[in-house]
């Protein structure tokens, strides 16, 4: 992979390209077909599939609403899940110093 990300989102990645993969190959379909179908380059299909970090997201979506699996989208960095906000949840919200008079007139 090209650009430096954490090991577990490299990884993450990697797992998601594999499963895209698959879904291309059940339906039979070659990487120049699922391209045609979703305006996306074979190359781009190509770095979707193995995972690519430089990929854009964007990409990772066409491919993943062609294969019907958007809606577990809507499942992703839910508050109860996210366990750096359970973490800071009772910590306040920015409060600014009150502004002093300036009575030099």
């Known amino acids: 992979?090209?650009?430096?990300?954490?090991?577990?989102?490299?990884?993450?990645?990697?797992?998601?390209?594999?499963?895209?993969?698959?879904?291309?190959?059940?339906?039979?379909?070659?990487?120049?077909?699922?391209?045609?179908?979703v305006g996306l380059s074979r190359t781009t299909v190509q770095k979707v599939e193995a995972g690519d970090p430089g990929t854009g997201i964007g990409a990772y979506m066409q491919l993943l609403a062609l294969y019907g699996a958007t809606s577990s989208m809507n499942q992703v960095c839910l508050v109860d899940d996210d366990l750096g906000y359970l973490d800071h949840s009772t910590t306040k919200q920015r409060v600014r110093p009150p502004k002093s008079l300036d009575n030099d007139f």
Do not use: F, H, N
């Not at 594999?18 to 990487?31: D, H, L, N, S, Y």
């Open 1 to 37: 992979m090209s650009k430096s990300i954490p090991y577990e989102s490299e990884t993450a990645l990697s797992a998601l390209g594999q499963r895209i993969t698959e879904a291309r190959k059940r339906r039979g379909w070659r990487q120049a077909d699922v391209a045609a179908k």
